[in-house]
């Protein structure tokens, strides 16, 4: 089983990072109020507010209405009256050729208006916002299975959600181009070259598996011609 990641651009778009891990605990470090609930000082959070040994899935900050992606070809639903726990939400299930349904959830949407409906991998299943259980906008995603109807491992201190992270499709690099001692770096949008960066070395601190293609200035242009691409300036 391989999956898309639920959001476009993790780590490299702005805004859009991975806050918290599948299985982080959450220690109080103030007695607070959170959903209505009253956690003390010192306490897990996770384990007061919902019973779990640990945070059930992964977090991912991201600005206001960031689309939540698709992450397998399947069946969208959508839950939630905003107020509590995954606030509006979405469910995602499909069945594999072994029997097993996975069921993903997209938790803290902004409030849905979506009917249910068949879906595909890479479309946008919903909004990402700050519903429910939360303190700041952010996504919740949460993956488990289920056999004839029951969840696998439900006993496993997560009510059988587990770490999405090996499952994970790799993400096609980033290819970008770049004149041979020229500082500028070109990204290709459909048949234009849009030049985006003059400093190479803090480029690639930030996209560290971007394949960089360095061409002679004679075979740059003639990249340009063959495949008709227009350097926008
Ligand atoms: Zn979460």
Redesign the pocket.
């Given at each position: 089983m391989k999956i898309l990641k639920p959001i476009n651009g993790i780590g490299k778009k702005n805004g859009v990072y991975l806050t918290?891990e599948f299985g982080n605990v959450w220690i109080a470090t103030q007695d607070m109020v959170l959903g209505g609930i009253s956690i003390k000082k010192g306490d897990n959070v996770y384990k007061v507010a919902f019973k779990m040994d640990g945070?059930?899935?992964?977090?991912y900050a991201a600005p206001h209405r960031e689309p939540a992606i698709v992450v397998h070809d399947g069946f969208a639903d959508f839950y939630g009256d905003g107020s509590k726990g995954y606030g509006y939400n979405a469910r995602l299930t499909w069945t594999d050729i072994s029997g097993y349904t996975y069921e993903c959830v997209y938790?803290?949407l902004d409030k849905h208006t979506e009917i249910p409906r068949e879906v595909k991998a890479g479309e946008v299943i919903g909004w990402i916002d700050n519903s429910g259980f939360?303190t700041d906008t952010?996504l919740?995603?949460?993956i488990r299975k289920l056999l004839n109807g029951t969840v696998v491992d439900y006993d496993n201190g997560y009510f059988g959600y587990f770490n999405p992270q090996p499952f994970y499709k790799k993400e096609t690099s980033q290819v970008v181009y770049k004149e041979l001692n020229k500082p500028v770096l070109y990204f290709p949008v459909g048949s234009v070259l849009i030049p985006f960066a003059t400093d190479y070395t803090s480029y690639l601190e930030d996209f560290a598996d971007a394949v960089v293609v360095e061409l002679p200035a004679s075979e740059f242009k003639k990249f340009k011609v063959a495949n008709k691409l227009k350097v926008k300036l």
């Open positions: 918290q945070h059930n899935g992964e977090d938790g803290h939360s952010h919740h995603f949460g």
